[in-house]
T-cell receptor, first 113, second 111 residues
Framework: DAGVTQSPTHLIKTRGQHVTLRCSPISGHKSVSWYQQVLGQGPQFIFQ???????GRGNFPDRFSARQFPNYSSELNVNALLLGDSALYLCASSLGRTNTEAFFGQGTRLTVV | GQNIDQPTEMTATEGAIVQINCTYQTSGFNGLFWYQQHAGEAPTFLSY????GLEEKGRFSSFLSRSKGYSYLLLKELQMKDSASYLCAVREGTNAGKSTFGDGTTLTVKP
């Protein structure tokens, strides 16, 4: 079985641009969460989606948005990129909304120049 | 607010035992996770504690004391491949996908 897959793996963008990151959860998993991990720090929670609805939001500006599709895949969008948005963006999937274990994808390394 | 503290770095010798501590102060508690993260890779699940006590899984064990807001990860018979960052994370509500992470402990295993 495929694990959590994210695309692209690496991305370089210019300040002010927009970016879309994609995540496909493990087959059968209905919950997708997004995290931002800045170098040297732990992951910071951005969003959780379950059954195509937002179920949780972290302390991130409105430039960050996400959505979940009928097949449970998800997109994270970031507008008006800042240098500080450079980070590893991780997607985690779990079977349901309240299951114990979340499985992480390999992440997308975003560099804003 | 939420606060999770771990030592920044630790060094140990191959074959030895190392204990990585984590203390937390969160508005809620619904379980504590330990993840291993090698450089440039995704975190991988190691353990989950929701009740007080020790959970053992092979070379790795995790302990939780909810009254003290304290957990540790114990790694036995250290191997070079155990060199990685170890992340402590607390789930505050019932939302499986939302955890608050510490900044991780970078463990270096030396021969």
């Amino acid at each position: 079985d495929a694990g959590v897959t994210q695309s692209p793996t690496h991305l370089i963008k210019t300040r002010g641009q927009h970016v879309t990151l994609r995540c496909s959860p493990i087959s059968g998993h209905k919950s997708v969460s997004w995290y931002q991990q800045v170098l040297g720090q732990g992951p910071q929670f951005i969003f959780q989606y379950y059954e195509k609805e937002e179920r949780g939001r972290g302390n991130f500006p409105d430039r960050f948005s996400a959505r979940q599709f009928p097949n449970y895949s998800s997109e994270l969008n970031v507008n008006a990129l800042l240098l500080g948005d450079s980070a590893l963006y991780l997607c985690a999937s779990s079977l349901g909304r309240t299951n114990t274990e979340a499985f992480f994808g390999q992440g997308t390394r975003l560099t804003v120049v | 607010g939420q606060n999770i503290d771990q030592p920044t770095e630790m060094t140990a010798t191959e074959g030895a035992i190392v204990q990585i501590n984590c203390t937390y102060q969160t508005s809620g508690f619904n379980g504590l996770f330990w993840y291993q993260q090698h450089a440039g890779e995704a975190p991988t699940f190691l353990s989950y504690n929701v009740l007080d006590g020790l959970e053992e899984k092979g070379r790795f064990s995790s302990f939780l004391s909810r009254s003290k807001g304290y957990s540790y990860l114990l790694l036995k018979e250290l191997q070079m491949k155990d060199s990685a960052s170890y992340l402590c994370a607390v789930r505050e509500g019932t939302n499986a996908g939302k955890s608050t992470f510490g900044d991780g402990t970078t463990l270096t295993v030396k021969p």
